[in-house]
């Protein structure tokens, strides 16, 4: 009997205006994931989360759909959805994990991240992310009524749509590209945590990239945004695959 593959995804973006991600996603539950040994959320699950007590139709579809999923489930915060709860994780059957993770991938130790704490030359956006991961800042937000936080998710949103369009080449941003991962950070967490395997996602650039940590051979593997193209990863004892499929 041959064992059973872990499957990883991150960045769905899941919202209502998208009912053909929402889609393909209830598909990939019903179909791929249901035979998996686990399946792994690595961030940005959903578009935005205002709070465990933000219920909908929408929000309860999802979770009904995950909470029906016959294998284990582990979830991490991305920076759109990092006020996914314990209360979100006990209605699907989800762990939650904290970013970074080291777990065993079918005997090899490997990393998991969101991936935006690895984009260190972001300056701005490293400064709003230690406001917004702060436990007094997320107390605060929750007290809010829902039509408040959502008026504040619109406006964060707003501000970081201008900020990702000023910083890209095409637009006249620096030519290093600040909104990728800065590759000495990648090699200092990976060496910290001695593992020669990764695996994120945040920055929309689905690839494998060997890179060497403490002179030895190792590996970055990205996982894709769900947009005309779903993203998985699919890994077992003979290693991992990254794969997508379109989105009708
Ligand atoms: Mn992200």
Partial sequence: MSPRPTLFI????????????????????????????????LGDFFEVWLGDDDVNDFNTGIIEALAALPVPLYLMHGNRDFLLGQQFCASVGATLLSDPTVINLHGTPTLLMHGDSLCTADTDYMQVRRLLRSPAFQADFLAKSLPERAAFAGSARQQSKAHTQANMPAAGGPANDIMDVTPNEVVRVMSEA???????????????????VDNKPAERVVLGDWDSHGWFIRADAAGLSLESFPIA
């Fill in 10 to 41: 991150s960045d769905l973006h899941l919202h209502p205006a998208r009912a053909d991600i929402q889609q393909a996603f209830l598909e990939f539950l019903a179909d791929a994931a249901t035979s998996a040994e686990a399946l792994y959320i």
């Fill in 194 to 212: 001695g593992v020669r395997q990764m695996i994120h996602g945040h920055t929309h650039r689905p690839a494998r990239h060997p890179l060497s």
